[in-house]
């Protein structure tokens, strides 16, 4: 069982930065791939970006290449995702996902392909 815990949403003007943090419990956190998704408001939960458990793979949404990064630190069991030049349209509730399964080269896309979620972190960006 891994319990993930999101942090460092917030309120940010259009341009600005935000690093969000996801937390994991548990001591198999290395052989987790770890995800972001987002929801905004009246729209489904879509793929963001996400890292293998070797940290060799990353794979990103196209609407965030370039301005998004994820990062892991297995060492304190935490995974980041920094955002910058934020836009209005990434304003949405931004959860951490983990994924079990896979070698550790799988990156899952798909919210499927995750077993575990947090409660999500909100984000708002202003115009």
């Known amino acids: 069982q891994v319990q993930l815990v999101e942090s460092g949403g917030g309120l940010v003007q259009a341009g600005g930065s935000l690093r969000l943090s996801c937390s994991a419990s548990?001591?198999?956190?290395?052989?987790?791939?770890m995800g972001w998704f987002r929801q905004a408001p009246g729209k489904e939960r879509e793929f963001v970006s996400a890292?293998?458990?070797?940290?060799?793979?990353?794979y990103w949404h196209d609407s965030v290449r370039g301005r998004f990064t994820i990062s892991r630190d297995n060492a304190k069991n935490t995974v980041h995702l920094q955002m910058n030049s934020l836009k209005p349209e990434d304003t949405a509730v931004y959860y951490c996902?983990?994924?079990?399964?896979?070698?550790?080269?799988?990156?899952?896309?798909?919210?499927?392909?995750?077993?575990?979620w947090g409660q999500g972190t909100q984000v708002t960006v202003s115009s």
């Open positions: 996902a983990a994924s079990g399964r896979g070698d550790s080269d799988y990156v899952p896309v798909l919210e499927h392909g995750y077993d575990y």
């Open positions: 548990g001591r198999t956190f290395s052989t987790y791939a």
């Open positions: 890292v293998s458990s070797s940290g060799g793979n990353i």
